[in-house]
């Protein structure tokens, strides 16, 4: 009898552990469906109690969700660190499939009576900020340079004299060149850099950190007048620079906010497309950027790619505004 007993309650004991346990995984699956991204009808998690242990089957497609799980946490991680930490320089960068793959739906009406990029001049702030500046509408002003002096004096020579021995870019994107930083796209040869009949084209973007550096560029241009009163530009330059027939590939920025982008010399080219998701709504936009012109443009949230079309050298500067 006492053996009988024994094993009764042993018996009882195991049942009441896997229970227990059976109990607490439950909890730790109504806390992952919280989470968002999964839910019981994505992730299947069957727990069973077989000689006191618990056995936990994952079904193999699911696998991939979990890797995408991963993914997004380390992208959701990242993104936090970098806006943190945004005057250090990038050190990773994270590719271009997985910032499409967690992009949220956009709202197609950025762009769905779209069909070409309109051209303004003597705009009135009040009108831009009701039409273009937070709608993602895209649009070029023509007028807004008037009084800088960045048309004159910006040119590759100025700015390799004021980047001479300083490493002051927060990023660098060396495109389809051998660059592998400022301090290499300045040190390349002379006939280069003037375009020569001959040598190798280039093309490349910085963004700028440099207080000091910052202070000089903004002695030669101003903030554009049609931006609303209550917008502030960012305090980050972002100039991009280079040869004809080179430029950006279509792509999708993650940045905070809208921005604009003046031509200061040359003309560049500019090929729009809407949203994934708003592909058989909405329409394919160009537009040439040309000399003294700012396009305003959420790169957000349109796709884009440039591509410089005058036989002179590019240069453009611009800046996100809230």
Known sequence: ?????????????????????????????????KLGPFTRSLMLLRASSRHGLIRIRIRTRHLWILALLLLWIIGQTTKKFFATYRYDKCLVELPAVTQKIFR????????????????????????FEERYAYSGRPVVVTDAMVNWTAPKMFTYSFFKSLYDGEQ?????????????????????SDSRSLLESGTKPWYVGW???????????RQHYQRPYFLPPT???EKTDWIFMGSHGYGAPMHVDDVEHPSW??????????????????YYTCNRLEVVVRTGEIIVLDTNRWYHQTRIVSEDMSITIGAEYD
């Open 1 to 33: 009898m006492t053996g009988i007993t024994r094993q009764a309650d042993s018996s009882s004991l195991t049942r009441r552990s896997t229970e227990s346990v059976q109990k607490d995984l439950r909890s730790i699956l109504a806390k992952i469906e």
């Open 104 to 127: 949220p739906a956009e709202d197609c009406s950025i762009c769905r009576d779209v069909h070409r990029v309109e051209k303004l001049s003597n705009v009135d702030p009040t009108y």
């Open 168 to 188: 002051a870019n927060c990023q660098f994107f060396p495109y389809k060149t051998e660059f592998r930083n400022l301090q290499d796209v300045f040190n390349m």
């Open 207 to 217: 963004s700028n950190c440099d207080s000091k550096i910052g202070t000089i560029l």
């Open 231 to 233: 917008a502030e530009s």
């Open 261 to 278: 982008q003046a031509q200061i010399k040359g003309e560049k080219l500019w090929i729009l497309e809407p949203p994934r998701e708003c």
